[in-house]
């Protein structure tokens, strides 16, 4: 399995607070995903990363933001947290020549 | 606009028989699939894919049949084990410039009897 690392793993924060997750991965991929899990929606795409620098938007990005200044890491940036972003956070990464993505065990966000 | 989906949220079944898990999906462009596994308090795992060019894929107990004209993709799992028992999720890539990115259903809760 790929080395993927998320931290935190938890955490609560209040409305209005500025929350960063952190993904960092061993495995030198090239790209790089985050994603928010919700009942009865699966998995959604936040933003993603296709090289350090190169980020875009995913189907969900309103309110995220994203930063990747080295391959091994890739930065999700809640500027100003909701209660609609409490949910559980999934980071994958993905090799240039391969479609299978590798995820992190996830970080349950809960915002009051 | 869900563009891919599975439309059972639940299945359960007895250990040694026949896991059937359902997606179907919209969008033409979509040209592999994957399954991942999924259980509690842990990130999804890689089951098993396929790519558009077949209609079949096999490892161990899993394979995946795919049915282009149908947009419908479908996993068993033979025999069904009670370590089977997780979230289902299919997803789908588009390929060429979609940089990778996966489109995923709303996942299937399997539960394995003993």
Redesign the interface.
């Known amino acids: 399995d790929a080395g993927i690392t998320q931290s935190p793993r938890h955490k609560v924060t209040e409305t209005g607070t500025p929350v960063t997750l952190r993904c960092h991965q061993t495995e030198n991929h090239r790209y790089m995903y985050w994603y928010r899990q919700d009942p009865g929606h699966g998995l959604r795409l936040i933003h993603y990363s296709y090289g350090v620098k190169d980020t875009d938007k995913g189907e969900v990005s309103d309110g995220y933001s994203v930063s990747r200044s080295k391959t091994e890491d890739f930065l999700l940036t809640l500027e100003s947290a909701t209660s609609s972003q409490t949910s559980v956070y999934f980071c994958a990464s993905r090799a240039a020549d391969s479609y299978e993505q590798y995820f992190g065990p996830g970080t349950r966000l809960t915002v009051t | 606009d869900q563009q891919?989906k599975?439309n059972s949220p639940s299945l359960s079944v007895q250990e040694g028989r026949i896991s059937i898990l359902n997606c179907d999906y919209t969008n033409s462009m979509f040209d592999?699939f994957?399954w991942?596994k999924k259980y509690p308090?842990?990130?999804?795992?890689?089951l098993i894919?396929i790519s558009s060019i077949k209609d079949k894929n096999e490892d161990g107990r899993f394979t995946v049949f795919l049915n282009k004209s149908a947009k419908h993709l479908s996993l068993h799992i033979v025999p069904s084990q009670p370590g089977d028992s997780a979230v289902y999720?299919c997803?789908a890539?588009a390929?060429g410039t979609s940089?990778?990115?996966?489109?995923?259903?709303?996942?299937t809760i399997l539960t394995v009897h003993p």
């Open positions: 891919v599975q592999y994957l991942y308090a842990e990130g999804p795992t890689f894919s999720f997803a890539s390929g940089y990778g990115k996966l489109t995923f259903g709303q996942g």
